[in-house]
């Protein structure tokens, strides 16, 4: 028998909400992205933990711009999601490198409202 393939990605979760201005006043806008990074650099070489979080960081960056990815990287919501869960999730993708991609999840759906926090209530 042969062995399930490992995974070879981290999936970061990022939700929280972007303040209007004053030019467009009115409630903030909700906002979910997901963040896939690869857990081997270029070279082959594991990333650690810490190495993981600085590249999902600089795939928003690139992808969002340094304003947007200043609120998204702060935001409070944010955890790690099972590459099960990331494949059940409907998604667009936004930004793609060999380091990883960025997707913003559509909206509407299930999986939207979807909170590890409150399973099995």
């Not at 009115?26 to 600085?54: F, M, N, T, W």
């Not at 667009?92 to 299930?110: F, H, K, M, N, P």
Request: aromatic share 10%.
């Amino acid at each position: 028998m042969s062995k399930p393939a490992k995974n070879r990605f981290v999936y970061f979760d990022y939700r929280g909400e972007f303040p209007r201005n004053s030019s467009s006043p009115g409630p903030p806008i909700p906002y979910r992205y997901v963040v896939e990074v690869s857990k081997k650099d270029c070279d082959g070489l594991a990333r650690d933990a810490a190495e993981l979080r600085r590249v999902a960081r600089s795939l928003l960056h690139m992808s969002l711009g340094e304003q947007k990815t200043a609120l998204v990287a702060s935001s409070p919501e944010q955890s790690e999601l099972e590459q099960a869960h990331f494949d059940t999730i409907t998604k667009a993708q936004i930004y793609s490198t060999l380091d990883g991609a960025v997707y913003r999840v559509v909206r509407g759906l299930d999986v939207w409202e979807w909170n590890p926090l409150k399973e099995g209530d």
